[in-house]
């Protein structure tokens, strides 16, 4: 089965400062999804990646698929306070049937 | 467009107990989903739903999970008797022709 390792656990930020958070997968990653979730909350999602190479933005939040498809990474720039909560990676397995697998998350803290 | 509902939000109950969960997902959307989260965890696939028919059961706990879609819309989730470790944020979300999937603000379940 697919395993997601993120990196790193948890992350504590002054505002203002860029932030990198990585996906690694076990196995190629077919589908790799990015979503924020706010503590007690449901996930919000943020972006798709398919293709190797692939890189996608949304505000101040990038996301990109390495070539090799078993790694994805989100960079916020210029972090604020509301861009703190738990980040999900999610991959499709199988490319096929539309599962999720998710990583454990990273709890990211803004501090004002 | 309305979200996906979920109800209720928040359930404390005994151990050996029954509980229910409900589900509506966004109009139109064929496939529904419900995860189980774990504190300081990621979201792990309980059941998946095609209209009424599951595509995939294989991480649910038959002996004591349920979950039905009947008219192809709504859907419950039910554990019966409850476990202390059934403690967990139970999600559900849905899918349209895209593979983009959908949350609820999910249900916080807490067995004592």
């Known amino acids: 089965s697919q395993e997601l390792e993120q990196s790193p656990q948890s992350l504590i930020v002054q505002e203002g400062k860029n932030l990198t958070i990585n996906c690694t997968s076990s196995k190629t990653l077919y589908g790799l999804y990015w979503y924020k979730q706010k503590y007690g909350e449901g996930l919000i999602f943020l972006m798709m990646?398919?293709?190797?190479?692939e890189e996608k933005s949304h505000e101040k939040i990038t996301a990109k698929l390495d070539e090799k498809k078993q790694q994805s990474s989100l960079h916020i720039t210029a972090s604020q306070p509301s861009h703190a909560g738990i980040y999900l990676c999610?991959?499709?397995?199988?490319?096929?049937?539309?599962?999720?697998?998710f990583g454990s998350g990273t709890q990211l803290t803004v501090l004002p | 467009e309305a979200g996906v509902a979920q109800s209720p939000r928040y359930k404390i109950i005994e151990k050996r107990q029954s509980v229910a969960f409900w589900c509506n997902p966004i109009s139109g959307h064929a496939t529904l989903y419900w995860y189980q989260q774990i504190l300081g965890q990621g979201p792990k696939l309980l059941i998946q739903f095609q209209n009424n028919g599951v595509v995939d059961d294989s991480q649910l706990p038959k002996d004591r999970f349920s979950a039905e879609r009947l008219k192809g819309v709504d859907s419950t989730l039910k554990i019966q008797p409850a476990k202390l470790e059934d403690s967990a944020v139970y999600l559900c979300?849905?899918?349209?022709?895209?593979?983009?999937?959908?949350f609820g603000p999910g249900t916080r379940l807490t067995v004592l």
């Open positions: 979300a849905s899918s349209g022709p895209g593979n983009e999937q959908f």
């Open positions: 999610g991959a499709d397995p199988s490319g096929s049937a539309r599962q999720l697998t």
């Open positions: 990646l398919q293709k190797g190479g």
